[in-house]
């Protein structure tokens, strides 16, 4: 019998409480979160635009370049374990504004860059300062929305990466074209600007983000007595709670961090290349190719979106996996055998549009076994595993243009792990259903409406 059962009929609360509440959560949460996300994917893969002057400016070759770009992924590797039981411990207000603050200062003194050792000391400094935000933010959410909902909330706020992309593939132009303004190249410009509002963020964050429900002075008690007793309700009985170590001998755990790990070396090998692949197949200037970049991402944030919701409410999450993964190996693989760039565009558009339709499905997984503190622990672990992958796929990028000439052997050679990540997901035992949201508040499954 839940808590709200407890209390007399006619003191009971309307059966618009659930909705109500998870409504409250998300117009005051998700927003601000989503905000500061697309900041930080902006400031970890702005380099792959200024890399368009930088590399010729500082004589950077693709071997070099790959190198620094992965190398944010290993210092942030190593550090997302310990930064995400430090959230847990100091609160997420406090921990996640100090993250978005030194990871603002970083960002901005990347336009002092000028010798390959400096870019990547930087780069590797930029990973330790933003380690633990996006599992942090994950790790979040599972104290905020059901399971039976969480696709959804995990893609509201990711949705920010295809839109935060396509912001910054339309600003980095304009600011690309400032070269030598005030004696600053338009790569410096890019830096600096793109840099500055994750430090005002942080100071947003720390005034207005609560640590949890029981902080939120914006539900009502009524709110916050249905939101904790849908959470306690839902918890897995094989699942974790606060112990650290048996979470990280649990396989599901490590199967998941192989997911990621093949998610994030196929997107970052892309990402963080798409403007010179582009650029290396066409005459485009360097606005035009930002703007094909943003085009690109801009269908990703529909696709997000409506794979999250689609997976969320056949509470299916194995398929809405795999079946991307296999897309972005077909795009990857097109691009790399076609010498035409239509095709090549177009090819990559499927792969990235791909990506982020997994990206809400597989967000939900860690969550159906993981809760409390051991939550923070496994779902770092997972990210750090995948952010390996994001060290390799850059810098296998970056070899395989040296080496040959072109990207396109990269392109090839990241249809692997794509299909890797595919049998992963088909093979990965899942529970068949979440436990969905409680009778007297079925509504809230309908709350994107």
Same mark, same amino acid.
């Given at each position: 019998?839940?808590?709200?059962?407890?209390?007399?009929?006619?003191?009971?609360?309307?059966?618009?409480?659930?909705?109500?509440?998870?409504?409250?959560?998300?117009?005051?949460?998700?927003?601000?979160?989503?905000?500061?996300?697309?900041? /930080?994917?902006?400031?970890?893969?702005?380099?792959?635009?200024?890399?368009?002057?930088?590399?010729?400016?500082?004589?950077?070759?693709?071997?070099?370049?790959?190198?620094?770009?992965?190398?944010?992924?290993?210092?942030?590797?190593?550090?997302?374990?310990?930064?995400?039981?430090?959230?847990?411990?100091?609160?997420?207000?406090?921990?996640?504004?100090?993250?978005?603050?030194?990871?603002?200062?970083?960002?901005?003194?990347?336009?002092?860059?000028?010798?390959?050792?400096?870019?990547?000391?930087?780069?590797?400094?930029?990973?330790?300062?933003?380690?633990?935000?996006?599992?942090?933010?994950?790790?979040?959410?599972?104290?905020?929305?059901? /399971?039976?909902?969480?696709?959804?909330?995990?893609?509201?706020?990711?949705?920010?990466?295809?839109?935060?992309?396509?912001?910054?593939?339309?600003?980095?132009?304009?600011?690309?074209?400032?070269?030598?303004?005030?004696?600053?190249?338009?790569?410096?410009?890019?830096?600096?600007?793109?840099?500055?509002?994750?430090?005002?963020?942080?100071?947003?964050?720390?005034?207005?983000?609560?640590?949890?429900?029981?902080?939120?002075?914006?539900?009502?008690?009524?709110?916050?007595?249905?939101?904790?007793?849908?959470?306690?309700?839902?918890?897995?009985?094989?699942?974790?709670?606060?112990?650290?170590?048996?979470?990280?001998?649990?396989?599901?755990?490590?199967?998941?961090?192989?997911?990621?790990?093949?998610?994030?070396?196929?997107?970052?090998?892309?990402?963080?290349?798409?403007?010179?692949?582009?650029?290396?197949?066409?005459?485009?200037?360097? /606005?035009?190719?930002?703007?094909?970049?943003?085009?690109?991402?801009?269908?990703?944030?529909?696709?997000?979106?409506?794979?999250?919701?689609?997976?969320?409410?056949?509470?299916?999450?194995?398929?809405?996996?795999?079946?991307?993964?296999?897309?972005?190996? /077909?795009?990857?693989?097109?691009?790399?055998?076609?010498?035409?760039?239509?095709?090549?565009?177009?090819?990559?558009?499927?792969?990235?549009?791909?990506?982020?339709?997994?990206?809400?499905?597989?967000?939900?997984?860690?969550?159906?076994?993981?809760?409390?503190?051991?939550?923070?622990?496994?779902?770092?672990?997972?990210?750090?595993?995948?952010?390996?992958?994001?060290?390799?796929?850059?810098?296998?990028?970056?070899?395989?243009?040296?080496?040959?000439?072109?990207?396109?052997?990269?392109?090839?050679?990241?249809?692997?792990?794509?299909?890797?990540?595919?049998?992963?997901?088909?093979?990965?035992?899942?529970?068949?259903?979440? @436990?969905?949201?409680?009778?007297?508040? @079925?509504?809230?499954?309908?709350?994107?409406?």
């Amino acid at each position: 019998m839940s808590a709200i059962e407890l209390i007399p009929p006619a003191l009971r609360p309307s059966d618009d409480l659930g909705p109500r509440t998870i409504r409250k959560a998300t117009l005051r949460l998700i927003p601000l979160i989503a905000l500061s996300y697309g900041i /930080a994917y902006i400031d970890r893969v702005n380099i792959s635009f200024a890399a368009l002057q930088m590399n010729r400016d500082l004589h950077f070759s693709a071997a070099v370049y790959g190198l620094g770009a992965g190398l944010f992924f290993v210092s942030y590797a190593i550090c997302e374990l310990p930064s995400n039981l430090l959230l847990h411990r100091f609160g997420a207000r406090r921990w996640l504004s100090r993250i978005m603050f030194t990871w603002g200062i970083i960002a901005v003194g990347m336009m002092f860059v000028r010798t390959p050792m400096q870019f990547y000391v930087m780069r590797f400094l930029l990973g330790i300062a933003e380690a633990g935000f996006f599992p942090g933010i994950i790790f979040y959410l599972t104290l905020w929305f059901p /399971a039976a909902i969480r696709a959804r909330a995990v893609s509201r706020f990711y949705v920010a990466m295809p839109i935060g992309t396509v912001l910054m593939g339309i600003i980095a132009g304009a600011l690309l074209n400032l070269q030598g303004t005030l004696g600053l190249a338009g790569w410096q410009w890019l830096f600096l600007i793109e840099g500055l509002p994750s430090i005002l963020l942080s100071v947003i964050f720390l005034l207005y983000i609560p640590n949890g429900p029981a902080d939120a002075a914006w539900l009502t008690a009524e709110e916050r007595l249905w939101l904790t007793t849908q959470l306690q309700q839902e918890q897995a009985p094989d699942g974790h709670t606060e112990a650290i170590g048996p979470a990280l001998r649990d396989p599901r755990v490590w199967i998941a961090s192989l997911l990621f790990f093949c998610n994030l070396t196929c997107n970052y090998a892309y990402t963080l290349s798409a403007p010179a692949i582009i650029q290396s197949l066409t005459t485009l200037s360097d /606005a035009k190719i930002g703007y094909i970049v943003a085009l690109m991402n801009l269908l990703g944030a529909p696709a997000m979106l409506l794979s999250a919701m689609h997976s969320d409410r056949t509470l299916e999450r194995r398929w809405h996996v795999a079946i991307p993964f296999l897309l972005m190996a /077909a795009g990857y693989l097109t691009a790399g055998l076609s010498h035409s760039p239509a095709i090549v565009i177009l090819a990559l558009a499927v792969s990235a549009l791909s990506f982020y339709a997994m990206q809400g499905p597989v967000w939900s997984i860690p969550g159906t076994f993981l809760q409390g503190r051991s939550a923070a622990a496994g779902i770092a672990a997972i990210n750090m595993i995948g952010m390996i992958g994001g060290f390799l796929g850059p810098y296998s990028m970056g070899l395989a243009k040296t080496w040959t000439g072109s990207y396109q052997p990269g392109l090839v050679a990241i249809t692997i792990p794509a299909l890797a990540g595919a049998l992963v997901a088909i093979t990965m035992h899942l529970p068949r259903r979440e @436990k969905p949201l409680s009778a007297e508040n @079925k509504q809230s499954q309908d709350i994107e409406k």
